[in-house]
C-alpha cells in the first residue's frame, strides 16, 4: 500500500511527534516512528514497580514464568505403559518419567529384566517422574481392568496409556493353526482393546480428557520383506483401524464433562529389541536385508521413539486423534 507524501506531512502536522507511535508503509518499506514521550515509564520499569507494590522482587522480564516447551510437560500426570518390562515400552515408560510423568509398567513378566533398573537409576529426582512396575498379562482382562482401577483410584486420575505390549511369530501362512491365531489376536488386539476400554472407563471416571497411544506397526501397512508373519502384520492393521474408531467414540466432550479422550497410533519401522533379534536369529541375512529396505540404511533404536509417544501424550498434541504416526526411517515411503 503506498501512501500519499502530503497526507503524511499533514498528519505530522495535526498530531506532534511527541504524542503517540505513526507507523507507515511508503513504497513498499516499513517506516516507523517511535514515541518520544521520555515521561512514560518504560516497558521493565512499569512491570518492576507494579511487582514491587505488591511486596514482591522485580521480576526478570528477561526470564519469563512460563517454561519453554510447556505444552510437553507431563509433571504431575499419570500414565499406565503395557509391555513395559523390556524393549520399546520400557523405552517409551522412562521418556515419560523425564518428562515428569508418574509411570506404572505393566507386563506379564514377574519381574522386570535388568534394564528396568538401569532406567530407575537415570531418572533424576528434580525431573519429578517416577517408574513402578506391576505384574499383568493383558489377556487376563477382569484383572487388568481390576488393575487399572486401583492405579486410578490411587491416584485420583489417569491420564494415558501406552499400550505397547504384542508378539509375534514368524511361519508360513499354511502352517497357522486357528488355536495359534487365537492366541496372537488375544494379546496384539483383544488385549490392547481391553486396555484402551479399561483405561477410558477410569478416564471419564475420574473426567480426565486423557490419550491413548497404541503401538502399531509399519507392518500394518506393507508386508515385510523377508519375514512371513501373516497374523503380527493383520493384527497391527486391526490395531490402526481400532484406533480410528475408539477415537471417534471418545475424543467428543460430553455434555457430563466426560469425554475428550484422543486415540492415536505410532507405527514404528525396524527397531532393535528382543523380539526383533530373535527374527535375526531365525532368519540369517534378515538385519542385512531389512537395513537396506528404508532410506536411512539402519534399523532405529526405541529410545528414538521417546519424542513421538510424549508428543502424543502430552498437551502438544492436543487437537490430534484418530491419526497413525508413521517413524520408519522412510521405509514405508517408496
Known amino acids: 500500500m503506498s501512501v500519499c507524501p502530503k497526507a503524511i506531512r499533514g498528519l505530522a502536522r495535526a498530531r506532534p511527534a511527541a504524542s503517540l507511535p505513526i507507523r507507515a508503509a511508503y513504497s513498499g518499506r516499513s517506516i516507523a516512528a517511535t514515541s518520544l514521550n521520555a515521561s ?29 516447551f510447556a505444552d510437553f510437560e ?17 523405552t517409551l515408560a522412562e521418556g515419560l518419567a523425564e518428562a515428569g510423568g508418574k509411570v506404572y509398567c505393566l507386563d506379564r513378566q514377574p519381574e522386570p529384566d535388568e534394564h528396568y533398573a538401569e532406567a530407575k537409576g537415570r531418572l533424576l529426582p528434580e525431573w519429578g517422574g517416577e517408574l513402578h512396575y506391576r505384574q499383568q498379562d ?25 499400550a505397547a505390549a504384542g508378539v509375534q511369530k514368524v511361519k508360513p501362512a499354511l502352517d497357522w493353526t486357528p488355536e495359534e491365531v487365537e492366541q496372537m ?11 484402551a476400554t479399561s483405561a477410558a472407563r477410569q478416564m471419564m471416571r475420574f473426567k480426565n480428557r486423557g490419550s491413548i497411544c497404541f503401538i502399531a506397526s509399519m507392518s500394518g501397512q506393507v ?23 475408539l477415537a471417534m467414540e ?25 523380539m526383533v533379534l530373535k527374527n535375526f536369529e531365525e532368519v540369517p541375512g534378515l538385519k542385512e536385508k531389512w537395513e537396506s529396505e528404508n532410506m536411512m540404511g539402519r534399523l532405529s533404536t ?13 498437551n502438544a498434541s492436543s487437537f490430534m486423534t484418530g491419526s497413525n504416526i508413521v517413524v520408519d526411517g522412510g521405509h514405508t515411503a517408496w
Request: charged share 20%.
Open 250 to 274: 471418545w475424543s467428543r466432550v460430553r455434555e457430563d464433562g466426560t469425554g475428550g479422550i484422543r486415540v492415536n497410533c505410532i507405527s514404528p519401522g525396524h527397531i532393535v529389541t528382543p
Open 40 to 68: 512514560a515509564p518504560s516497558l521493565h520499569t512499569r512491570q518492576q514497580s507494579t511487582t514491587s507494590a505488591k511486596g514482591l522482587p522485580p521480576k526478570d522480564v528477561n526470564k519469563p514464568d512460563r517454561k519453554r
Open 302 to 314: 526405541p529410545e528414538e521413539f521417546k519424542g513421538a509417544a510424549i508428543y502424543l501424550l502430552s
Open 185 to 195: 489376536l488375544k494379546v496384539n488386539y483383544t488385549g490392547l482393546f481391553m486396555t
Open 223 to 245: 508386508a515385510n520383506k523377508g519375514l512371513l508373519c501373516p497374523v503380527y502384520n493383520s493384527s497391527k492393521a486391526a490395531v490402526v483401524q481400532l484406533a480410528r474408531n
Open 74 to 90: 507431563v509433571a504431575g500426570k499419570v500414565f499406565i505403559v503395557t509391555g513395559g518390562a523390556r524393549g520399546l515400552g520400557l
Open 138 to 162: 493383558i489377556t487376563d482382562t477382569q484383572h487388568l481392568d481390576e488393575l487399572v482401577t486401583q492405579i486410578a483410584e490411587e491416584n485420583g486420575r489417569l491420564d494415558g496409556v501406552i
